[in-house]
């Protein structure tokens, strides 16, 4: 007998997951083999759907389209009964052990919730490359680095953290260059040593423009300036944190606004768990995918301890008995006996 869509109130879910993206959907993969009453709550807009092909994700050699990744993960938490839902929810509070949710469609009641809903990475203020994002243009040297091997590359920034980008993208290119977009250098005398030491070059003029073409950029027009070949850009203008939801219910948060979690991705909040890149985890769909999971263990153990000391165990226990076998039958035939 599987537990009904929520034993004790029919109204409030055992978990909701806010977010379907990798994380999301990974736990509730979990949850769902886990038999418990799970939502997913998705708006749709997963960074996942991004990249045309992951080729670092276990299991795929050659690659696999993050669009299909999310597919596959929508179809594989259906097959053991999650509900996917489509909407984005606007504000939560809780009310005592009960957490309210309200969606732009909707107004959702849960017992656990998870967030899961990822991050944005700000675009470079450049105009017209927002159509080569995840095609010429990129976030993550460790998504993506390997890709651009002896290309020529532009790290788009004038930070500390571009310098140690354009350092680290030495690994995979010797052709990589720092353009500040028309930014007064911010980096430390340290990093301008290194910029030195390495012999980086470094532009500072305003990009005016981006030759590209099917998504494939060309060159960087710079103001007053001839164009300069270009093959990949980076950017790394920071990122904004999906964390409005925790924030709103008291959850501590680092210096850079991501959730703060524990190992079993339980926020400082009672109830209240969080996983990928909105936490404080590199910000890759394996790590994503194994935090959704480990918080749907967290949350099926803590709803397992809250069943045993409410007796709602108990009570299911009562509904077992009433209905099903418990008992596994004697067989009617003698067992044969062996012989040597
Ligand atoms: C261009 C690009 C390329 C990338 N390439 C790679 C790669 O090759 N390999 C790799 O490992 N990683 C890659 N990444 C990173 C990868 O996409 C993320 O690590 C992964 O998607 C994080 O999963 P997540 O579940 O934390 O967030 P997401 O997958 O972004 O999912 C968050 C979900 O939450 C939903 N959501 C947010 N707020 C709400 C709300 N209030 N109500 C309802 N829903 C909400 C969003 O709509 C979204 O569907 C890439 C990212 C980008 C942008």
């Given at each position: 007998m599987k537990r009904p869509?929520?034993?004790?109130?029919?109204?409030?879910?055992?978990v909701i997951v806010v977010g379907g993206g990798i994380a999301g959907l990974s736990a509730a993969i979990y949850l769902g083999r886990a038999q418990r009453d799970v939502v997913v709550i998705d708006?749709?807009?997963?960074?996942?759907?991004?990249?045309?092909?992951?080729?670092?994700?276990?299991?795929f050699p050659n690659g696999v389209g993050g669009e299909e990744l999310l597919k596959n993960g929508r179809s594989q938490a259906r097959r053991y009964e999650a509900r996917i839902v489509c909407d984005e929810i606007k504000t939560v509070s809780a009310r005592k052990s009960i957490f309210v949710l309200k969606g732009k469609r909707k107004t959702y009641r849960t017992k656990r919730l998870l967030v899961a809903t990822g991050i944005f990475h700000l675009p470079p203020e450049?105009?017209?490359?927002?159509?080569?994002?995840g095609h010429s243009m990129f976030f993550c040297k460790d998504c993506d680095g390997y890709r651009v091997r002896g290309k020529r590359i532009a790290i788009i920034g004038a930070t500390n953290e571009a310098v140690e980008y354009a350092l680290g993208m030495l690994d995979y290119s010797a052709c990589v260059v720092v353009a500040t977009n028309g930014r007064e250098p911010q980096w430390d005398k340290k990093h301008a040593r290194w910029l030195a030491e390495y012999e980086i070059p470094v532009a500072v003029k305003r990009i005016r423009d981006v030759d590209h073409r099917k998504r494939k950029i060309h060159a960087l027009e710079f103001a007053g300036e001839k164009s300069v070949r270009i093959d990949y850009i980076f950017t790394t203008r920071g990122d904004i944190f999906h964390n409005q939801l925790a924030k709103k219910l008291g959850a501590r948060l680092d210096s850079d606004g991501q959730i703060k979690v524990d190992q079993c991705m339980?926020?400082?909040?009672?109830r209240l768990y969080a996983a990928g890149?909105?936490?404080?985890?590199?910000?890759?769909m394996i790590i994503a995918a194994g935090q959704g999971a480990a918080a749907a263990q967290a949350i099926n153990r803590d709803l397992f301890e809250e069943s045993l000391a409410s007796h709602s165990l108990r009570r299911f226990r009562d509904a077992q008995l009433a209905d099903d076998k418990t008992v596994p039958e004697v067989s009617k035939t003698k067992p044969k006996r062996r012989t040597r």
């Open positions: 869509a929520h034993f004790e109130d029919p109204n409030t879910r055992e708006s749709g807009h997963s960074m996942a759907k991004w990249e045309p092909v992951v080729q670092n994700y276990l299991g450049i105009p017209g490359v927002k159509e080569c994002l339980r926020t400082t909040v009672p890149c909105v936490t404080p985890a590199n910000c890759q």
